[in-house]
């Protein structure tokens, strides 16, 4: 017997997850911080690629350029929100670990970000992300590890 989340899953499209996210009216508090808006979707390449919105009066530095930290936050939500995607919505993956290198300086406006599942496990998840500028140069990328972990199992 199977249940109704693996049985919705599976009639879920690509454009069918891009509409769950744009239409959502329960984004958490730190994507809407972010400034985050999903853009597209491939659960046959794992990927998604998202918009961040980078308010300057919210995430930047005494130099003003944004925060690492904040950066670091934009890759983990790119991942994770792939992870979800590779799952086919059934699964959320908390990170369990996570490398960053910094390439540039990110200025507040817009960012481009790209979250990749590499490897899903039913135990781990390889996932990779990258962040860009509106020129199209790289800012900072990351690699990561997260537990894939059923919503059924993560609400309790």
Partial sequence: MTDVASQESEALTD???LQRFLRTKNQPTGSQTLGFKMVAV???EKSVEVEF???PELLLNPMKQIQGGYL???LDECMSVACMVASGMTHVAPTAEMKTTFLRPAAPGKIRGIGKVV???SRVAFTEGELYDPEGRLLAK???TAIPTPFQ???K
Avoid: D, F, V
């Fill in 15 to 17: 454009e069918a997850i």
């Fill in 42 to 44: 491939s659960q046959a």
């Fill in 53 to 55: 919105e980078a308010k």
């Fill in 72 to 74: 670091c936050a934009m």
């Fill in 119 to 121: 490897r899903w496990g």
């Fill in 142 to 144: 990351a690699t990561g």
């Fill in 153 to 155: 199992s993560y609400k």
